[in-house]
């Protein structure tokens, strides 16, 4: 019996990525900072808009009139408190690869269904169903008795949100003293921040699963790894003398120490 949902999804190199699902309690805890920034910016600029707004009413009573006044700048208002709680969260849901400051305080991201990194669409998708999502609490309702635990946004923009998980290579696998200074080079030599995410999840996940694959599999699967690597980090050539398997122990290590995954 599983206490958490998981789920699956294959790449095109054959590796099997399974993520646990965030859950309610995770992704209220997250919502919950969230709102809590956002009532900070909120407040902040209703004190900057009242503010500027005294100063000018001279001014705007001569071009809209004394009658409608109140009525346009009430719209305004609205209208820019919408965009900073719907920009909120496509600011940083894209900027980060589907994190928000809440996001990160409670460990989880959003992913598209196929386990990749999600883009803007996705991003605004989702912000702007969040408000139908919070009416009478039916984004939670959806979250608790759905499969894959999804809101409404979740639907409409084909996502899903997971718990990251932690980075613990010396717990799970053995990393050769090669690749450690191997990983000093690359740092140097390599564009290791072009890597996304999911890359990342690729190669841990071949690294975690390498040994219960046979020598003709692990050869074929970490070539192909190696190779599509190097073109994503702008390497010219593989390191000398160097194996595709400690290549990508080396990578894994250097996109370690660019920060923890899913949190660049």
């Known amino acids: 019996m599983h206490i958490f949902n998981r789920v699956k999804y294959q790449t095109p190199e054959s590796v099997e990525l399974e993520f646990i699902l965030a859950g309610i309690g995770n992704r209220a805890w997250a919502l919950l900072i969230d709102y809590l920034v956002l009532a900070l ?11 500027i707004s005294a100063q000018l009413l001279d001014w705007l009573i001569k ?41 990160r305080i409670a460990k989880i991201r959003v992913i598209k269904d196929n386990g990749r990194t999600i883009r803007l669409q996705q991003a605004v998708l989702r912000a702007l169903l969040r408000p139908i999502d919070d009416t009478f ?12 635990e999804k809101r409404l946004g979740d639907w409409v923009a084909g996502t899903i949100v997971i718990q990251t998980q932690p980075n613990s290579p010396s717990t799970t696998f053995t990393v050769s003293e090669q690749a450690t200074l191997i990983s000093e080079q690359l740092l140097q030599t390599a564009h290791i921040s072009a890597m996304l995410p999911d890359d990342f999840a690729v190669i841990r996940e071949y690294l975690l699963r390498r040994d219960g694959m046979s020598s003709k599999a692990r050869g074929s699967v970490a070539l192909r790894l190696a190779k599509q690597v190097k073109a994503i980090i702008n390497l010219e050539e593989l390191p000398e003398s160097v194996s595709p398997d400690v290549f990508l122990e080396a990578i894994y290590l250097a996109y370690q120490k660019l920060g923890d995954f899913g949190q660049r």
């Open 137 to 148: 609490f039916l984004g939670a309702f959806l979250i608790i008795f759905s499969r894959r």
């Open 63 to 103: 071009i809209v009139g004394s009658d409608k006044i109140g009525i346009w700048l009430f719209a305004i208002a609205l209208l820019v408190n919408y965009s900073i709680y719907t920009g909120y969260f496509v600011f940083f849901e894209t900027l980060w690869q589907g994190q928000t400051p809440g996001k």
């Open 41 to 51: 910016m909120l407040i902040a600029f209703l004190i900057a808009w009242l503010t």
